[in-house]
């Protein structure tokens, strides 16, 4: 005998519901990759070595100041130098930016085109579609990071040969040593960013606008660089992610050392984890009505 609240609940009154079915990861990652946004933002990343190439190639190879080579010094010597080089250049900022982007505008822009009402009208589970745009929107951002280092190794390799990475302090890694130890750094690099997808992520549930969550999560990560700077804050830096964000560099020498990026791992993903639980508490409990 069928109950009254069989009746009357939605999710029994649909045959063959499935909630874990609902929203798939694959028809929202390939949802992001149509969008323009997704394709410009590739652009940009797969353009910057050719950038670097031609700077490089008009302003003559990088040479020391003072008696003191630095990685920028070192970028002409192989296509792992320039690689590791374009890291070096983007890790502060670029990278940030489709972290952000993509982190932050999943749910805003669903809002904002008032279609996210009809998706939980579907209907889909407010924690599945989050879970989906998080997995697609890390995703995303974990290709961007790669794909930035993959085309520099072959614009590098092409222009300046393949050979062993050079590394400033002296000594050099081998090219199959150099290719783990860049794997490494785009790994911590992903991990060191989770806070700004967390920023970005948990304000695109709180706002329609997505220019004011991917806006608001770059501009925080900005401060916390201007933060950093501030010396006078002492060891009160250590727990700030941006303390951590090159401490990648200590991975690529001859006997690399580790504490700094256990270090930074750790605050980033203690940081992260806080603001996942707050977009996905904070979802829960929202009125949608767009």
């Known amino acids: 005998m069928s109950t009254l609240a069989e009746h009357t609940d939605p999710l029994h009154a649909a045959s063959g519901y499935r909630a874990g079915r609902t929203l798939p990861v694959r028809v929202e ?3 992001q990759l149509k969008r323009r946004r997704t394709l410009i933002m590739a652009g940009i990343l797969a353009a910057l070595p050719f950038v670097l190439l031609i700077a490089f190639a008009i302003g003559g190879n990088p040479s020391g100041r003072n008696n003191q080579v630095t990685l920028m010094d070192t970028a002409t010597s192989s296509g792992a130098n320039f690689a590791a080089v374009n890291l070096f250049v983007s890790a502060g900022f670029l990278l940030v930016i489709p972290v952000a982007l993509f982190c932050g505008d999943t749910v805003a822009s669903e809002a904002s085109w008032s279609s996210l009402r009809y ?6 589970p407010r924690a599945r579609l989050l879970w989906s745009k ?7 951002s974990l290709a961007a990071m790669i794909l930035l280092p993959v085309v520099a190794l072959a614009v590098g390799t092409a222009a300046y040969g393949w050979g062993p990475l050079q590394i400033p302090t002296g000594g050099s890694l081998d090219s199959g040593t150099a290719a783990q130890r860049l794997l490494v750094v785009v790994a ?3 991990v060191s960013q989770l806070v700004t997808a967390g920023l970005a992520f948990w304000l695109s549930t709180k706002t329609d606008a997505p220019l004011g969550a991917v806006g608001g ?8 660089n201007v933060l950093d700077a501030v010396t006078a804050l ?12 090159f401490a990648w560099a200590d991975a690529v020498q001859p006997h690399p050392e580790w504490s700094g990026m256990i270090q930074g791992t750790a605050i980033s993903i203690t940081y992260a984890v806080v603001l996942f639980a707050l977009a996905f508490r904070g979802f829960a409990r929202k009125d949608v009505v767009s």
């Open 217 to 224: 999560a770059v501009g925080l990560t900005i401060v916390g």
């Open 234 to 245: 002492g060891h009160w830096r250590d727990f700030l992610p941006a303390h951590w964000q």
């Open 29 to 31: 990652l390939i949802r």
């Open 188 to 190: 911590y690099i992903f």
């Open 119 to 124: 998706l939980l009208a579907a209907p889909v």
């Open 134 to 140: 998080l997995a697609v929107g890390l995703g995303l």
